[in-house]
């Protein structure tokens, strides 16, 4: 896998941690904003954000990163949000307000 995706994937859990501070934002910020924004135009739940993701990596894809490596990228976080997941459902759900 590309070393500039391999980076993008790799928590240190520091406070400085940029892929803890990426997914801060989409938590806080963008899922609510798209989830509005689907509800306020009417659009199917998810629409955006699967057709945003695909926009956003078809960016990388441009940029000359290979689909595998993507591929590979993009497993790895599903498998680690599928982690969190039953996690959650072990200690009783995701924390109140979360989207």
């Known amino acids: 896998m590309d070393d500039q995706i391999k980076k993008l994937i790799q928590h240190d859990f520091s406070d400085d941690c940029p892929?803890?501070?990426a997914q801060d934002v989409v938590a806080m910020a963008l899922m609510p904003a798209t989830a509005a924004w689907e509800m306020a135009n009417e659009l199917p739940r998810f629409s955006l954000a699967l057709?945003?993701?695909?926009?956003?990596?078809?960016?990388?894809?441009e940029e000359g990163i290979s689909r595998g490596d993507i591929e590979k990228a993009i497993g790895g976080l599903l498998d680690d949000i599928e982690a969190e997941i039953a996690e959650d459902?072990?200690?009783?759900?995701?924390?109140?307000?979360?989207?």
């Open 19 to 21: 892929v803890c501070r």
């Open 51 to 61: 057709q945003g993701a695909a926009g956003l990596l078809g960016a990388m894809l």
């Open 89 to 99: 459902q072990v200690m009783g759900g995701p924390p109140q307000g979360s989207a």
